[in-house]
């Protein structure tokens, strides 16, 4: 059975510091998504990785992929306090299911 | 842009009532999905649906059902609802395998 796990669960961060979240999963698996939610708000697809090695760059938000490690991580540079949410790292199973992790709160202050 | 429309954002039922939350998207898409979620615990999948009249069981599906008789609906159904059912439901839809979940906005369910 998959499991998802990331850390940490709740991150206080100031301003302008770097950060990673880490999402470690169980089984081989070679698609990834992560995720952002805003409180009371739905979730918001912020990338889709799909395949060893692979990276992607949003604004102050990096995602990387390592299959063989079975771990992906999700890098800040310079945060700012509109960064200010929970993420979440997803993983398909081989039943094509999307498993999710429990979510980093992320909380950015002055 | 993708919308996926949960009828209600709150919701509060008695212990017992069968209980059904909606969901319509408006993209075509063939896949749907619902979730709960929970502090702590993430988002756990219910049931999910790759086709019209298709459905298929997630990680948590006792206590519920689901009906898709529409293409754009997707519809949870708490046949008997109990408090351990208080929970976010979040319903999400895409359009192909590899591609992301449009989710909607939810479904706060009280259950007393």
């Known amino acids: 059975e998959l499991k998802v796990e990331q850390n940490p669960l709740f991150l206080s961060m100031q301003e302008g510091k770097n950060y990673t979240i880490y999402c470690n999963y169980s089984?081989?698996?070679?698609?990834l998504y992560w995720y952002r939610q805003d409180p009371g708000k739905s979730l918001e697809s912020l990338f889709v990785l799909l395949s060893n090695g692979a990276v992607k760059q949003e604004g102050r938000l990096m995602a990387s992929l390592d299959t063989k490690a079975r771990l992906s991580t999700l890098h800040i540079t310079a945060a700012v306090h509109d960064l200010s949410a929970t993420y979440f790292c997803a993983v398909v199973n081989g039943a094509d299911k999307l498993i999710f992790g429990t979510g980093t709160r992320l909380q950015v202050f002055p | 842009d993708v919308k996926v429309t949960q009828s209600s954002r709150y919701l509060v039922k008695r212990t017992g009532e069968k209980v059904f939350l909606e969901c319509v998207q408006d993209m075509d898409h063939e896949n749907m999905f619902w979730y709960r979620q929970d502090p702590g615990l993430g988002l756990r999948l219910i049931y999910f649906s790759y086709d019209v009249k298709m459905k298929e069981k997630g990680d948590i599906p006792e206590g519920y059902s689901v009906s898709r008789e529409k293409k754009e609906r997707f519809s949870l159904i708490l046949e008997s609802a109990s408090t351990n059912q208080t929970s976010m439901y979040l319903c999400?839809?895409?359009?192909?395998?590899?591609?992301?979940?449009?989710f909607g906005n939810g479904t706060r369910l009280t259950v007393t």
């Open positions: 089984t081989t698996s070679d698609r």
């Open positions: 999400a839809s895409r359009v192909v395998s590899n591609s992301p979940l449009h």
